[in-house]
T-cell receptor
Framework: GQNIDQPTEMTATEGAIVQINCTYQ??????LFWYQQHAGEAPTFLSY????GLEEKGRFSSFLSRSKGYSYLLLKELQMKDSASYLC??????????FGTGTRLLVSP | DTEVTQTPKHLVMGMTNKKSLKCEQH?????MYWYKQKAKKPPELMFV???????INESVPSRFSPECPNSSLLNLHLHALQPEDSALYLC???????????FGQGTRLTVV
């Protein structure tokens, strides 16, 4: 079975740092993706982790622990435009990408 | 060109209608996907095509019929849908393997 959990909603202030957690239990695992989705728009790719550790990309970083089935997305220097849904997704093999429950992030001034 | 193009953007159809959703990419990607997304929910995988062959069908009802005419095109044929099928239908493509998927803007479908 596939089980990928995230907090439903988070709020943060402009300029702050926020960490969005994702725990997963999937029947196969070929890596963990993070996507951003603004309301009414397509998901856009943010990051990919397949090995344990931290991947940094500008204001966004993503961490993976395969032994713990755990990942997080770290957003620094938050901006109003970062208000969106953040989706973690597990590649469970054979090009199958399964999305987590999604986290709605609201950034306030 | 890093775009996945979906048409139409919006579609309203009756329960007895037959319609098709179209998806196109010119990135040379060999994997293409259909996802269904309800409001405030994550995308749910429906179908995966790999090298123009259907590789995954997530137990989708037969009123949804996918088709991959060539490596750039993906269709989703709709027939006898129910109001609960109203959702955003997203197409995506990837190089395959563990590479990221690129999503189209979606077709917002309303079944009346």
């Amino acid at each position: 079975g596939q089980n990928i959990d995230q907090p439903t909603e988070m709020t943060a202030t402009e300029g702050a740092i926020v960490q969005i957690n994702c725990t997963y239990q999937t029947s196969g695992f070929n890596g963990l993706f993070w996507y951003q989705q603004h309301a009414g728009e397509a998901p856009t790719f943010l990051s990919y982790n397949v090995l344990d550790g931290l991947e940094e990309k500008g204001r966004f970083s993503s961490f993976l622990s395969r032994s713990k089935g755990y990942s997080y997305l770290l957003l620094k220097e938050l901006q109003m435009k970062d208000s969106a849904s953040y989706l973690c997704a597990s590649n469970t093999g054979f090009q199958k990408l399964v999305f987590g429950t999604g986290t709605r992030l609201l950034v306030s001034p | 060109d890093t775009e996945v193009t979906q048409t139409p953007k919006h579609l309203v159809m009756g329960m007895t209608n037959k319609k098709s959703l179209k998806c196109e990419q010119h990135m040379g990607h060999r994997a293409m996907y259909w996802y269904k997304q309800k409001a405030k929910k994550p995308p749910e995988l429906m179908f995966v095509y790999s090298y123009e062959k259907l590789s995954i069908n997530e137990s989708v009802p037969s009123r949804f019929s996918p088709e991959c005419p060539n490596s750039s095109l993906l269709n989703l044929h709709l027939h006898a849908l129910q109001p609960e099928d109203s959702a955003l239908y997203l197409c995506a493509s990837s190089r395959g393997g563990s590479t990221e998927a690129f999503f189209g803007q979606g077709t917002r479908l309303t079944v009346v």
